[in-house]
């Protein structure tokens, strides 16, 4: 398909522009630079935006303004450059997130490894040695979609959902890892197990991730996670990128 | 302090207002009220801002004392409604005296009725509103001895505004979306030539259309997770349309047949169970016409409020009134 990127309406609530029709890792990095520089222009008639895996969302009252003065705003956008090769926007956060790998609090870790046909010590590196972008945030508030894994993660889900995986958990499938917002029934793998709180309702910060930053996972003891979650505690580090 | 006591509460009752905008990026939709015309009316009928906290209630209302003397309007789905034992009509705003007995029964006619109190609640802002977002545990349903703090306001008792029909289904209107064109237009045809009718399955987050029709897009596997606005259409894995409220997901994986325009969401929310619904087809262009009036007449409301029995002591210019007018408007209310 070449008729990407695509600008349409979506409903009267907002424009959207997508840059393919798959989950590819360009497409994620083009929706989130593009996002950052029509954020950048503070056009009066965007109320907010949001990106998802493939596509940018521009939340605007169509009934008010009409789609052909946005769509021509964007379109205009689009033109600017190749966003399939674009920078991501500056100032993203990387955060560095203890969690446990195997054992009790994260069962499917051995199972996970085999499936992407790495011996547990390899899957361990790769899990803590790949810094993961934040691909989109979803499905509940504050719970991040990370990537993207080599090829050997494409590893589908399972055809049996766990019934309850807890939150803080980190599942795995299809080259992603999702860091649960909240106990959650999947099919996706639980391959690590952390003590971050996606969403903080009554804190200054009640979301900390935002689509770009960066997450990489640190390797504790199950010992160690115990600790950090008996004093209420994550132990995540943000440092903030250039 | 000034507050509506709760002495007993049904299950489905919450604080609502226009919702928390703002936080789409971070997964967290919007919410509010699921008729979002109702707000609008109540705040017409008691002359506040639409953006004053109301009370949601599905099913049954329940049992309510103000502390100090108040006005309130009902509006929505019908419900019964007494205060201090004598029968009050919905559509319209009556005074609440202190102590006395607020009692709501069960719906009568649609499905999401609406308190609201002059001043409007005030209940502790979360992340900038107060709306009660039940799929994601921000805020809680109200339950028996709460005390609900109400804000300082006054208006005038006895108003009233007509009755529109959106209570019993009907015809709704929507507009091509984002994915639309990946269905068939055999399909889209059929989809728009189905009667439906509204499944008991539904909550804030969606309502299911039964019919013996499936809709599904052959392609619709494939699809990357999209975002979704509130009145989107989507073809669920069995071929059965959800219509996506404003608690839905930020995002969903099952294509968008269509969105429901906000001024016709109403209709839906307010259908209940076993309501016949269409769905018809209209342009982006005359969406956002219909859309831009219906905005306007939103805004217009509180030039049809109107007094609820004319009493001839407050009539400052008798001979002012068409009176003839006057005894058909209050027939009317009836």
Redesign the interface.
């Known amino acids: 398909m070449t008729d990407f990127p695509k600008i349409?309406?979506?409903?009267?609530?907002?424009v959207?522009v997508?840059f393919g029709?798959?989950?590819t890792d360009a497409a994620n990095r083009a929706a989130i630079a593009f996002r950052g520089a029509v954020d950048a222009l503070a056009l009066p008639q965007i109320?907010?935006?949001?990106?998802?895996?493939?596509?940018a969302?521009f939340?605007v009252d169509?009934?008010?303004h009409?789609?052909a003065p946005l769509h021509d705003a964007l379109a205009d956008v689009v033109a600017q450059q190749d966003w399939l090769t674009a920078d991501l926007p500056g100032g993203r956060t990387l955060w560095t997130i203890p969690a446990v790998f195997g054992g009790p609090r994260a069962p499917q870790f051995g199972e996970a490894a085999e499936a992407a046909g790495l011996t547990a010590e390899a899957a361990l590196a790769e899990l803590t040695g790949t810094r993961l972008r934040v691909l989109?945030?979803?499905?509940?508030?504050?719970?991040p979609y990370l990537g993207t894994l080599g090829t050997h993660w494409d590893i589908p889900r399972q055809v049996g959902l766990t019934p309850h995986v807890p939150q803080g958990a980190l599942v795995a499938a299809v080259r992603q890892v999702c860091l649960f917002?909240k106990d959650t029934p999947t099919g996706w793998r639980h391959v690590g197990q952390s003590a971050f709180r996606c969403?903080r309702?009554?804190a200054a910060e009640?979301?900390l991730l935002?689509?770009g930053d960066e997450v990489q996972f640190a390797a504790v003891t199950q010992a160690a996670l115990e600790r950090l979650e008996a004093h209420g505690v994550d132990g995540t580090e943000r440092t903030v990128l250039g | 302090m000034r507050a509506l006591r709760v002495h007993q509460v049904g299950p489905g009752v919450a604080v609502q207002d226009l919702g928390r905008?703002?936080?789409?990026?971070?997964?967290?939709t919007r919410g509010g009220a699921a008729d979002l015309l109702a707000v609008h009316e109540g705040a017409a009928l008691l002359r506040q801002s639409p953006g004053c906290a109301v009370l949601e209630m599905v099913g049954t209302g329940g049992t309510f004392e103000a502390t100090e003397d108040m006005v309130i309007a009902l509006t929505g789905a019908a419900m019964t409604a007494s205060i201090d034992g004598a029968a009050v009509v919905w559509n319209a705003s009556h005074a609440l005296p202190a102590g006395a007995p607020l009692v709501i029964g069960p719906t009568r006619e649609g499905t999401y009725g609406y308190l609201h109190v002059s001043g409007g609640f005030a209940t502790e802002p979360?992340?900038g509103a107060r709306a009660t977002h039940q799929s994601?545990g921000?805020g809680a349903l109200v339950a028996g001895r709460d005390v609900l703090p109400v804000g300082s306001g006054g208006a005038t008792a006895g108003m009233t505004l007509p009755r529109d029909g959106r209570f019993h289904g009907g015809e709704v209107r929507i507009?091509p979306?984002?994915q639309t064109e990946d269905f068939s237009a055999e399909t889209r045809e059929r989809f728009e030539n189905t009667v439906f009718q509204r499944d008991p399955r539904a909550n804030r987050q969606g309502v299911r259309m039964d019919s013996d029709q499936g809709f599904s897009n052959p392609d619709q596997l494939s699809v990357?997770?999209?975002?979704i606005?509130?009145?989107?259409i989507q073809i669920a894995g069995d071929g059965a349309p959800f219509v996506l409220l404003a608690e839905s997901?930020?995002?969903g994986g099952y294509p968008r047949i269509g969105?429901?325009?906000?001024c016709d969401l109403p209709r839906v929310v307010q259908a209940p169970a076993g309501a016949e619904l269409r769905f018809a087809f209209v342009t982006?262009d005359e969406?956002?016409t219909v859309?831009?009036r219906a905005?306007a007449a939103w805004a217009a409301l509180g030039k049809s409020v109107q007094p609820l029995v004319r009493d001839p002591a407050d009539m400052q210019d008798l001979l002012s009134y068409q009176l003839v007018g006057g005894v058909v408007s209050a027939m009317d209310e009836g």
Request: glycine share 12%; net charge negative.
């Open positions: 349409r309406s979506v409903g009267l609530g907002g959207l997508t029709d798959k989950a109320e907010e935006s949001s990106s998802t895996l493939v596509s969302f939340r169509l009934a008010q009409g789609f989109t945030i979803g499905f509940a508030p504050g719970q917002a969403f309702p009554d009640p979301f935002t689509p | 905008p703002g936080y789409l990026a971070k997964g967290l979360v992340l994601t921000l507009v979306s984002m990357v997770s999209e975002v606005v509130p009145g989107d997901q930020t995002t969105t429901v325009l906000p982006l969406g956002i859309q831009a905005n």
